[in-house]
């Protein structure tokens, strides 16, 4: 299993990114896949999930300004955050569990300062 998460950057408040997960290695298309982040000093959060039939879920703290999509001709996932705040900084990851495991990227950094 290879995640590979890119799109992160330094962002104004108000602003929006674009995460993008390249998944190899598995059946992508059977598989639920996550995107989580983590804060400085705070723990691994869930951010937002998409079943293989494209049902999707989210934290309280991002309903109505992220949103997870899945390319599965691509075997893509990704996360479109709008009106970032600087509390949603922290390393984002791309997630799926297989065979009892978790697997995860090596992340990519979202700042969100002015």
């Known amino acids: 299993v290879q995640l590979v998460e890119s799109g992160g950057g330094l962002v104004q408040p108000g602003g929006s990114l674009r995460l993008s997960c390249a998944a190899s290695?598995?059946?992508?298309?059977?598989?639920?896949m996550k995107w989580y982040r983590q804060a400085p000093g705070k723990e691994r959060e869930l951010v937002a999930g998409?079943?293989?039939?494209?049902?999707?879920t989210y934290a309280d703290s991002v309903k109505g300004r992220f949103t997870i999509s899945r390319d599965n001709d691509k075997n893509m996932v990704y996360l479109q955050m709008n009106r970032l705040k600087p509390e949603d900084t922290a390393v984002y990851y791309c997630?799926?569990?297989?065979?009892?495991?978790?697997?995860w990227g090596q992340g990519t950094q979202v700042t969100v300062s002015s």
């Open positions: 997630g799926v569990l297989r065979t009892g495991r978790h697997y």
């Open positions: 290695g598995f059946p992508f298309s059977s598989y639920y």
């Open positions: 998409i079943s293989s039939a494209d049902t999707t």
